[in-house]
């Protein structure tokens, strides 16, 4: 079946610092692949997204590229902010009969950056 | 644009009682998702709608929970009786159509306690 895992929080940065949240999938066809971010008390939203090996999807200063060689959709920011404080989850998409339209969600992984 | 608007947003209720989650979702949108997030987990699917017709309910506990969609807008997700293992936050998601590239919007949740 199709699987998400992800790198385990909380990660806790200073600001500035360099963020990376490891993701890598297991899934049958071709997926579309996606970040999405839950900042406290708030829906999940989508950060960025990748539908095709090697898109390289970006928004808000983060990055992630799709590289289905390795099966990884890594996200990365050069320099966060406080306000980059949130839980960060990986998914993807896949276009088959049993899972058309699906979203399948890694656990989450829990990003402080401190003053 | 309004987003997915969800309520109530937080719930306690009994062990054994009934309880209903409402979700309007964006205007236009003909899939409407339902999710289960328990604590420090991603997201579940539990149902799929579209428009009226629910397409993917593989992963609803058919038992005790139910769903509907009358006219295609607004859904109700219900659950009777409740259990212990219920208490999590239901989410509420729309896309304009259900292709596995599509951004799916989130609503922020219902969080539900069963005591």
């Known amino acids: 079946g199709n699987s998400v895992t992800q790198m385990e929080g909380p990660v806790t940065l200073s600001e500035e610092a360099f963020l990376t949240i490891n993701c890598t999938y297991t899934a049958t066809g071709y997926p579309s692949l996606f970040w999405y971010v839950q900042y406290p008390g708030e829906g999940l939203q989508l950060l960025l997204k990748a539908t095709k090996a090697d898109d390289k999807g970006s928004n808000k200063g983060f990055e992630a590229t799709y590289r289905k060689e390795t099966t990884s959709f890594h996200l990365e920011k050069g320099s966060v902010q406080v306000s980059d404080s949130a839980v960060y989850f990986c998914a993807l998409s896949v276009s088959t009969t049993d899972s058309w339209g699906k979203l399948q969600f890694g656990a989450g992984t829990q990003v402080v950056v401190t003053p | 644009e309004a987003g997915v608007v969800q309520s109530p947003r937080y719930k306690i209720i009994e062990k054994k009682q009934p309880v209903a989650f409402w979700c309007n979702p964006i205007?236009?949108?003909?899939?409407l998702y339902w999710y289960l997030q328990n604590l420090g987990q991603g997201p579940e699917l539990l149902i799929r709608?579209?428009?009226?017709?629910?397409?993917?309910d593989s992963q609803l506990p058919k038992d005790r929970f139910s769903a509907e969609r009358l006219k295609g807008v607004d859904s109700t997700l219900k659950i009777q009786p409740a259990e212990l293992g219920d208490s999590a936050v239901y989410l509420c998601?729309?896309?304009?159509?259900?292709?596995?590239?599509?951004?799916?919007?989130f609503g922020p949740g219902t969080r539900l306690t069963v005591l």
């Open positions: 709608y579209e428009n009226e017709e629910a397409v993917d």
């Open positions: 205007s236009g949108h003909n899939t």
């Open positions: 998601a729309s896309s304009p159509d259900s292709g596995s590239y599509n951004e799916q919007f």
